[in-house]
DNA sequence: GATAGTTTCATACAAATGTTTGAAATGCAA
DNA sequence: TTGCATTTCAAACATTTGTATGAAACTATC
């Protein structure tokens, strides 16, 4: 039984190395040696280095898409079934910026994995992301329910916008420290998520507030229009 | 003056090759072979394979930059010093979106390429990448002449969701075409360049747009409050 | 056309890396 | 204990890869 104990040991070596020092310049023998176990011993218990990272990523991905499931069905139900928009991107987007942003996270393993899998892009943890369409469905589908007389294609973009916004500050949260020269709290969780989920709001339904004149008037080309409510 | 020619061969083979296949499957040897030159020709005209990267990156780095900063002059121009925050953004995001996008730019090998380098990161180009700061504080600069109320942290979390939704759509086009099933026309740069200075600006003057109840009065911690203009 | 500087070429080097192997050790059931 | 399966281990394998070398080919200047 003490297979499970060399597994394991293997899966937090390795997730702590890549957190640290990325995929790029990580080898098999680095992280037998943090874990302690034979270099053989990765093939035997996962077959392959890729097969490795993949089940390093897939078990946190898991982790975030229930939450944000949860989320959602929380807010339907508070709803009656039919969630309202805020709350759908906020399912979208909380669990992601929570699980890698914020101060206590600065420690956590995992959050600084996930940071480097988002960052770097290493083809096992592509052909995973590459499934994710199928979660995003879910949102969309939420989306729709809760904007019925939004077209989809403007639904879509908001979506995408909305995840823009979340894993770019996740990804450049350095950079935006820099540039910004600390005066961008990036451990304030909460206040990104409201941020995000605003913007993301104000992106789907933009066509209903022309207290404006919007931004201006030019070359819309007939793509920005409001929606027919 | 052969030896011009072996350099610019191998420059395109470059990045004709790391635009198809990427960075991460690419050899010095398949690069050769497709530039029809010896082996040792890209250390002796470039060094090392990594500063053969730089140098493609910087050449493209430099033209999406010069373009940004004469679209950002003309602006001002325009405006009689004072460019319009529309125009800023549009600026900012515009040349990155045409240089990546659009029907005709299928074919475009420096497109992909800069695709390629904003979806892998490879070392140099992160080195580089990391350089855009300075870059990007001269958009802050003329953000600031242009809504000389607005704080510098909406200012800068204003950029940075611009350049978020900008290289999120780069990034991630096609999987934004496979959810939303054809129905984002990523082929209409003007429109998608439209769309995220729409969302910018709204980002931006958020607290200017309280028409209707703000989407949801809740949880907003004292962030996103109104600016007093 | 000889010479010096530049460029090209075939080949070799050296190091790194994921994977495999076969035997030894360990655990467990009969 | 015996026997069988699982797990560990050291060592080797087989490539791949970027880089270096030294001679040959070429170019341009005098």
């Known amino acids: 039984m003490a297979s499970d104990q060399t597994r394991s040991a293997i899966l937090a070596a390795a997730e702590r190395l890549y957190a640290d020092r990325g995929f790029g310049d990580v080898t098999l023998r680095d ?16 077959g392959s280095k890729d097969e490795l990272i993949a089940e390093l990523f897939v078990t946190r991905s898991i982790q ?12 339907e139900e508070k709803g009656g079934g039919r969630a309202a928009i805020e709350d759908i991107m906020r399912a979208l987007v909380g669990p992601t910026l929570r699980g890698c942003l914020g101060p206590d996270r600065e420690g ?4 600084r994995f996930m940071i480097r899998a988002s960052i770097e892009s ?12 199928d979660h995003l469905r879910k949102f969309a589908a939420a989306m729709r329910r809760a904007m019925p007389a939004s077209s989809d294609t403007e639904l879509y973009w908001g979506l995408h916008f909305a995840l823009a916004m979340a894993h ?9 420290l820099r540039l910004s020269e600390g ?15 605003t913007v993301s709001v104000m992106a789907l339904t933009m066509g209903d507030v022309p207290s404006k004149p919007a931004p201006r ?3 819309m080309h007939g793509r920005l229009t409001r929606q027919d409510l």
Chains 1, 2 share one sequence.
Do not use: M, Q, W
Not at 65 to 74: G, K
Not at 122 to 133: A, D, S
Not at 169 to 175: L, M, P
């Open 168 to 176: 770019h500050t996740i990804r450049e949260k350095e950079r935006l």
């Open 183 to 197: 005066k961008c709290d990036l451990d304030d969780v909460r206040g990104i998520i409201d941020r995000v989920v």
């Open 217 to 219: 008037p030019v070359a």
């Open 108 to 111: 956590s393993t995992a959050a």
């Open 64 to 75: 975030t898409n229930r939450e944000r499931l949860n989320e959602l069905r929380a807010a």
């Open 122 to 133: 290493v083809p096992p943890i592509r052909r995973i992301k590459n499934r994710e369409v």
């Open 31 to 46: 992280i037998v040696a943090e874990a302690n176990v034979n270099l053989a011993a990765v093939n035997y218990h996962f």
